[in-house]
Structures are given as structure tokens and as C-alpha cells.
């Protein structure tokens, strides 16, 4: 008895025991709260937006006006250095700063040139996959349309026609007319539309 006492002091000392409570211990992971944010030491950054500056870039960088503008920027930078007195050169011979300069901008340009291949490589799998699936619709209408055609001419040919049906009545009257040859008329009277013999005037 004395053991069970102390076990029921202990436990309503401790308090219930679930799942809920020994989560909720020291306030962490408490699954009855939303997580606090936790923060970043690293920007957030659209990657929609980025890849569109991405592809704006790797096209800019693929026309021929940033060909010209950058040969024009080369051609100045060499001819000023060459040309000025020594104290006004800001970059003398061998153009270190201009070779780094220009080893910076590639450094930049190839990873979005990539970035805008990736997205340009999604793009396509997502046409590519519409059409798949658009090419497999149009030909299970087709093949539908084409047991609906075979449906309707097999149906077209047990439907009767008008020249079977004239030629089915006219088969009808020569029938009729033959066995209106063979058994005459009770009476000896012509049928309708026949012209009896000519009446002459001994019979009157």
C-alpha cells in the first residue's frame, strides 16, 4: 500500500504522461503552434524573377550589339592606355586590369548563359510532353471517327434505299399483274384500267 501511495505522488508530481506533453517539454515542437520563422543568413531570391534576368542577359550577351559595344570598350581602353602620358594611364601594358575585368564578366556570363539553358531545356520537355499527349488525343479521335464511319456504312447498307424500294414494288406489280393472268377475275369482268371486249350491235 505504501508503494502504491508513493508511485501516485510521484506521477501527479510528474503530471500525465502522453505524447503531447513530453513534446511539448521546454516549449519545442510543440505541434499545437506554428514553427517560428527561423532565420536566414542568406538573402531569399525569386528564382522566377532571377531566371527571367538570366535569360535577359544571355540574350543581350548573344547579340551583335554587345559585340560591337564590347570591342568598342576594348579598342578605348587599349588606345588610351597606349597613347596618354604615363601618369594619366590607369591600366599600362599588359592590361591586367582590363584582363580582369573581362575574366570577371565571363565568370558572370557563363552561369547564366547555363541558367537560361536549363530553363529553355524545361520549356521544350513541357512542349515536347503537350504535343506527346496532344498527338495521342488526336489519335484516339481519329480511330473513333473511324469506327463511327465503318459503324455507319455498315448500318447505311441494311438501310433500304429508294431504287431497291422501286425495285421492290415494281417486282410487287409484275407479280400481281402475272397472277391476275393466270386467275382471272370471278365473273368474266376485266379489272380496273383493263378495257373490256368491244360491244358491236348484234350483241345489242
Known sequence: MAADRTDRVERSRAGPATGATALARGGRNRLDQPRAPQRKLLPEIDPEAFGRLSERVARFLGTGRFIAWMTVIVVLWVAW???????????PFPFIFLTLALSLQA???????????????????????????????????????????????????????????????????????EHRVVFPLEGGHPPPGEAGPARTDTDR
Do not use: H, K
Request: hydrophobic residues 40%; glycine residues 4%.
Open 81 to 91: 592606355n597606349v597613347a596618354v602620358p604615363d601618369r594619366l594611364r590607369f591600366d
Open 107 to 177: 565568370s558572370y556570363a557563363a552561369p547564366l548563359i547555363l541558367l537560361a539553358q536549363y530553363r529553355q531545356t524545361d520549356r521544350d520537355r513541357v512542349t515536347l510532353e503537350q504535343e506527346r499527349r496532344q498527338n495521342e488525343r488526336s489519335i484516339a479521335d481519329t480511330e473513333y471517327l473511324t469506327r463511327e464511319i465503318a459503324a455507319l456504312r455498315i448500318g447505311l447498307g441494311e438501310v433500304a434505299t429508294r431504287d431497291w424500294i422501286r425495285d421492290e414494288l415494281g417486282a410487287m406489280v409484275r407479280e400481281m399483274a
